[in-house]
């Protein structure tokens, strides 16, 4: 998951919730936000367990008394939704950019990001008009690095890696 900070699943004919997060983006985040996400997600599983709630992106009264009674009660933030833009954007590290006349329009200039090496095609929901008006071809402008095959890391111009983020386990 590279878009979003956590979702919750929840199968009707087992009663059976999961939630899933997103290592990608709470690792670049600190411990408080991983603890409210998954406060978050609870919320949602309580709802779907507790209320037969069905709606995934229900953040209505219910999810609202919810969030602010456990806001109260354990002093925490927690949100509607997330404000990780910055770390959602650096995942996204393939780019295509189109070579048609929408690379000159507002408001992505031709421009499509996405964390995963998938061009854009008719399996994108926006296909279409894309192709009604504009009708251009996309070409991959940026990749992530790759390292190279049969070169020695010790014989390249040394570096210092990013530190790896990890999430400390609770001091109980």
């Not at 209320?51 to 008394?65: A, C, I, L």
């Not at 009708?135 to 402008?141: L, P, Q, R």
Request: proline letters at 10%.
């Amino acid at each position: 998951m590279t878009s979003c900070a956590g979702i919750t699943y929840y199968k009707p004919s087992s009663h059976f919730c999961y939630i899933r997060l997103s290592h990608p983006i709470l690792s670049l985040r600190p411990r408080k936000d991983l603890v409210e996400t998954l406060l978050h997600e609870m919320i949602h599983a309580f709802l779907f367990v507790a209320e037969n709630n069905r709606d995934h992106t229900d953040h209505g009264p219910h999810f609202r008394s919810h969030q602010l009674r456990i806001n109260t009660l354990a002093n925490c933030q927690i949100t509607v939704y997330h404000s990780f833009h910055d770390e959602v954007s650096s995942l996204k590290r393939h780019w295509w950019r189109c070579v048609g006349g929408c690379r000159y329009k507002h408001p992505y200039y031709g421009f499509v990001k996405r964390a995963v090496n998938r061009p854009p095609s008719k399996s994108d929901p926006w296909w279409g008009t894309h192709l009604a008006t504009c009708g251009g071809n996309f070409e991959k402008i940026r990749s992530p690095d790759k390292p190279v095959k049969g070169v020695n890391k010790t014989t390249t111009t040394p570096t210092t890696p990013p530190p790896t983020p990890t999430i400390p386990p609770p001091n109980y």
